[in-house]
């Protein structure tokens, strides 16, 4: 960049980053939102709920629309008539089963990334380094997802 080869060499500690907050970035409000939603759920029974307000900003995200946009609009479309404050995670299993196997007895047009990686429920025993396995997963599948979008969206977590 001109402007930084034209810096005096006495000058140190110079913030190159344009100022641009990682914070906002994409995948930093994704992971916040995926976080968000882990934080609020609840086990019920034998089952994990979910705030409806929290499935709905995640499967608002771009990144998630990109991923498969019909199994969001089913979960969308299901909590707008149910009307439920909660979201189990044995429904959203369903409704992501459902379109899978209307997008293969369709020859498979569609996107088969399974949303419902993201909604698996982590147990209160999980450890940090758990924690961390489970978030790469979930950034390696959103990668995935992108990726088999379009190859322009292609960006690496290694």
């Not at 916040?32 to 882990?38: D, E, F, K, V, W």
């Not at 900003?57 to 969001?72: E, G, I, Y």
Request: charged content about 20%; aromatic content about 8%; glycine content about 6%.
């Amino acid at each position: 960049m001109p402007l930084l080869d034209s810096l005096n060499e006495r000058i140190t500690g110079v913030n190159i980053t344009m100022g641009y907050p990682l914070r906002l970035s994409d995948i930093a409000v994704l992971v916040n939102r995926i976080a968000h939603l882990h934080k609020q759920s609840r086990r019920s029974g034998n089952d994990f709920i979910f705030f409806h307000e929290d499935v709905k900003d995640l499967l608002s995200h771009p990144f998630m629309r990109l991923v498969n946009a019909k199994q969001c609009d089913a979960l969308s479309r299901y909590m707008a008539v149910s009307g439920r404050f909660y979201v189990a995670f044995s429904k959203i299993q369903e409704i992501c089963s459902t379109v899978e196997q209307n997008d293969a007895d369709n020859a498979g047009s569609g996107n088969s990334a399974s949303l419902e990686i993201i909604f698996q429920p982590i147990p209160a025993s999980y450890t940090g380094e758990m924690l961390v396995a489970f978030l790469n997963r979930i950034l390696r599948f959103v990668e995935a997802g992108l990726i088999a979008e379009s190859p322009a969206n292609r960006c690496r977590w290694e």
